[in-house]
């Protein structure tokens, strides 16, 4: 699925909070579906208007009963069916409808193994999910004419009936007739495209002849510019909004590659008959990865400036992966999502390294290990029976640590066992569902190790490791001793743990891995001089918090030596935490020097945590750098010196003159909107005029407006609410309105107005759109109180997973008083204030001290 989209938000105490998924009575054990019928194929042949919004026409389901049956049940929700048919005999079936089903009478029990056509005839109009449409109106007036459906988790019962499980397949087929001057889109190949008598209509059949599942079946309807390839014998087509025609190699461009790099790491050729990417209008995930047919939000799209600031390589290479991983072999259940997420984001580190090089795919690896120990996985396993709906399972345990799983795997098999063992697990269960234990036996078998353990720490169980080690040496033994202690609650988890010491004498350096199994462990190595470096679990091959006790000198020696970058990373986190001058020197050093940007922004981060003129003069600096990660890194960093007159003069001055960098120029607004009491509001009402990538100039500009307490602001923010506004900035607008409520006292007719704004927008905009609004709401408290009614109805009756979720968290919210917590925000400040007066005064104390 859905790569989700990392949106840059400040996180405010009352406003963004984390809702956590926890085991309870209301959660059940969760199996894969029941199958009465195998479906073998389905065609549709559907009439779509996309201004009426609606689709007709007719489902052909060729099905086989796996058991004796009367009443077949199909997942329809919205179908207006008119008429059932068997297609041999065109004899009419009774039928009838439930909230979520079709249940078809067959007239007598048939017996198991009878293959059936049926022939379902219906209509959807304005569906609730599973299709969206698109065009313009008074309001949106540039919205182009589009649909796209979505059927990942269990969507695309909205709009065909089916069995909508993962653990049913089948070939599929689409005619779709539509007006001409649309392209449509859709799985498999392209048999034919027809224009009616009178030019005004076009039929398009799609025919997808290798099986599968239901939710990865696709249509997209919609004007579009088409880049051609081929990959072999393979087309590979690039479907983007006419406007971005002109950017379309520089984002896809490298997508043969992929496709090449894939097949022969995998040891399994791209396995379907085209691949194509189509970027859609409003699209509400990152991407989806729909057999052969990539669907892909707008932002994968990157003009030249963009290029300086991220790539799109890292979520093609995702939803690419994806083809092997979750439609070639789809997992059988919802429990089981990390064998197609995980995957997906392994892929990612997979072509990282490839493409970037080792340090670029050890900084990923980095960053996805903050994600994989995050709350969420501490909590619950990867591999998890309870859950409330498919959608809470799309979250930190399936993409990071999952990923996370298989890079372990791949570090203590080695490369060739694992990506040989890939190979044969990949074509084991070609085109068919598998679960946990079907990778791990697959892998037992081909290497020979029991691999239980290994999937019952990190698959079956909650949390990580938690490792603390400390390093003292005996110089008349000449003995290193290591002490291994596991902290964490619980049993141990068992891993092997690599450790080198590279001593101050030219003796090369001593290198040991032991398996750890218990709670503690005791290691002595002889060593013999004194260590000059100590390296612990130098190739990050453990999914674990590291906390090492050694001494100064060994610490600075991984900074400024090591030759890995987490190794580095690690300690720049080390000396993060000092407050002492020359740890901050030492971190300058790093910011100045070290050969890798990730390093150096991490450098950044940590010298702004120390505070103080000298981190602050030293971030300053580091804004000249050349990598743009590392000035964006600084100008944020500064966001740490409020109320600092330096800082100030020098925001004030940077953001006047701009910078090359996208996300430079938007973290600017940011600092420049964080470190004033009352941010002036015409620095940042000005680069509202800014087009940017992702708008996120705008954004950054719309939510440091959230800091002001200026009442003309309010009004602004609701202006930029409105639907004819870009969505990403309506997103940022409605998280500043949440700021700029936790920071006033709002007069009740504001209070009522803003709320009846958001309300109206609930019933009009996208599940994305409408989860921000929802959250926005309950960050509101108490004032909002009147959205209750409103968003407990979405908790029964909304048909996404996640605007459910967040209307459940935000119910408990409205009994919250926002106003107490402006209050304490507002005596924070003034704490602040005092703490600054107070550092001026220390500070020229030590002046008069030192004449």
Known sequence: MPQRRALRTWILPVVLLVCLPSLSAEEPYRTAGDRPVDIEHIRLDLDISLKQKTLAGTATIDLQLLRPLQVVKLDAVGHEVSKVELAAERTELPFSTTDTELHIDLGSKKPRGEKLQIVIHYQIREPRSGIYFFGPTESEPHVPWMAWTQGEPIANRYWFPCI?????????????????????????????????????????????????????VTLVVGEFEIGRETWGDVPVLYYVPPNRAADTQRTFGRTKEMMTFFSERFGIDYPWTKYAQIVVEQFIAGGMENTGATTLYSKVMHDERAMLDSTPDRLIAHELGHQWWGDLVTCKDWSHLWLNEGFATFCEL??????NGVDAHDYMLYNKSKAARSAGPRKRPVVDYHYENPSTMFDSRAYPKGGWVLHMLRRQLGDDLFYTGLQKYGNKFRMQ???????????????????????????ARPGHPVVEVATDYDPEDKLAKIS??????????????????????????????????????????????????????????????????????????????????????????????????????????????????????????????????????????????????????????????????????????RLSGGDASYLVEAALATAFAKVQDEPPVEPLKKLLNLDSHGEVIRMAALRGLGYSTKPETWELLIEWTKRDKPRYCRIAAFEALQTYFSRNDIPEPRIKRTVETLLEYLKLDNRYVRTMIVRALGAMGKKAAAARPVLSNLVQTDPDGGVRMAAKAALPKLDVDVAATAELGKLRSELDKLRQTNKELEGRLEKLESK
């Open 433 to 459: 569902t598998a679960e946990t234990s079907d990778l791990r036996k697959v892998l037992e078998q081909h290497t020979g190790r029991s691999l239980e353990r290994f999937f019952y720490d990190w698959t």
């Open 484 to 653: 291994v202690k596991q902290t964490q609650k619980g049993e141990p988890f068992h891993f092997p743990l690599e450790i080198e010491i590279r001593g101050k004498e030219e003796s090369g350096p001593v290198t040991v891995e032991k398996q750890v199994t218990e709670k503690e462990l005791t290691i002595y190595l002889p060593v013999p001089s004194a260590p000059a470096l100590v390296r612990i679990d130098p190739r990050a091959a453990v999914l674990a918090e590291i906390k090492e006790k050694k001494s100064r000198d060994l610490w600075k020696a991984q900074l400024l030596e090591a030759p890995t970058v987490i190794e580095r990373l690690r300690a720049v986190m080390h000396f993060g935490t000092s407050k002492k001058q020359a740890d901050r020197e030492l971190l300058k050093q790093v910011l100045n020097q070290d050969s890798f940007y990730g390093v150096r922004v991490e450098a950044a981060r940590a010298l702004a945590r120390t505070g103080g003129d000298f981190a602050r003069d030293a971030v300053i600096a580091g804004i000249s750098q050349e990598h743009p990660k590392v000035r964006a890194a600084c100008v944020n960093a500064l966001a740490r010196f409020p109320r600092d007159e330096k800082v100030i003069e020098l925001l004030n001055q």
């Open 350 to 355: 997979m072509w990282e390294e490839h493409k």
């Open 164 to 216: 909508d499980h993962p653990n049913e397949r089948q070939t599929t087929e689409i005619v779709a007739t539509v007006d001409a001057g649309f392209e449509v889109l859709s799985n498999g190949d392209l048999l034919s495209r027809q224009k009616s008598k009178d030019g005004k209509r076009e039929r398009f059949h799609y025919k997808q002849s290798q099986p599968h599942v239901s939710y990865l």
